[in-house]
Nanobody
């Protein structure tokens, strides 16, 4: 019903920046919050940032002050600007979309993108 396509991943040196994009298509009328999650090999998936249609945001403590999530509702696109990247940011980043926020610091996820790999070298 909803397709999410991420782009913008790649290899970057520590201290550098990268901008991820996620374009949503299909039946998007029921979508409100969108977000970014990430998963590194051997680690559990974790929330990075979420944003509502009215641009209320939430960030994981590990990325506060470095990452910025934003969205363009007219284009059905969410972005993640990542600055001051660290090697520990290396992971596959997944775009997520759902109808509502869930618990504090999370959201109800109905749709996932296939992911884009971000590799930060030291």
């Amino acid at each position: 019903q909803v397709q999410l396509v991420e782009s913008g991943g790649g290899l970057v040196q520590a201290g550098g920046s990268l901008r991820l994009s996620c374009a949503a298509s299909g039946n998007i009328f029921s979508i409100n919050p969108m977000g970014w999650y990430r998963q590194a090999p051997g680690k559990q998936r974790e929330m990075v940032a979420t944003i509502t249609r009215l641009s209320d945001t939430n960030y994981a403590d590990s990325v506060k002050g470095r990452f910025t999530i934003s969205r363009d509702n007219a284009k059905n696109t969410v972005y993640l600007q990542m600055n001051s990247l660290k090697p520990e940011d290396t992971a596959v980043y997944y775009c997520a979309a759902g109808p509502r926020l869930d618990t504090i610091g999370s959201m109800w996820v109905d749709y996932w993108g296939k992911g884009t790999l971000v590799t930060v070298s030291s």
